[in-house]
């Protein structure tokens, strides 16, 4: 970092401060933000235990989700990820056929995981 980059981050810093910003604590908070593997798991036990499907959710969830996404941070997984993954299920599927069905239950999965996770006020 040359000083005037230096120079640069540092009156950034001032100006968040300046709007009633705590760098510090936002760094803080970003660093604890829960992983997606951390919520999946969390998600399985706590939720989806005592649920019918709940054999198919786990099976989703580590043959699918957590080899994606498991340690990234949960928030950090946006809607274009979300898509690649679906259509990419879409396209190969069970021996190259194709396997939409199988993306609309992960797609349903993923939106019950994360209404969960906001529901249970998990910070991300």
Do not use: C
């Not at 640069?8 to 593997?37: I, N, S």
């Not at 998600?43 to 959710?57: G, H, M, P, T, V």
């Amino acid at each position: 970092m040359t000083v005037d980059e230096a120079r640069q981050a540092a009156t950034k810093e001032l100006l968040r401060v300046k709007e009633g910003r705590d760098p510090a604590a936002e760094r803080r908070a970003e660093r604890d933000a829960p992983t997606f593997g951390w919520l999946a798991r969390d998600f399985l036990d706590k939720y989806a235990k005592n649920k019918r499907s709940y054999k198919e959710q786990a099976r989703i969830v580590r043959s699918t989700l957590l080899p994606e996404w498991e340690n990234l941070k949960a928030h950090e997984i946006t809607s274009k990820e979300v898509r690649t993954l679906l259509n990419r299920i879409k396209a190969e599927g069970n021996a190259g056929k194709g396997a939409p069905i199988m993306a609309n239950r992960t797609k349903a999965l993923i939106s019950r995981l994360y209404n969960w996770g906001i529901e249970q006020e998990h910070a991300w």
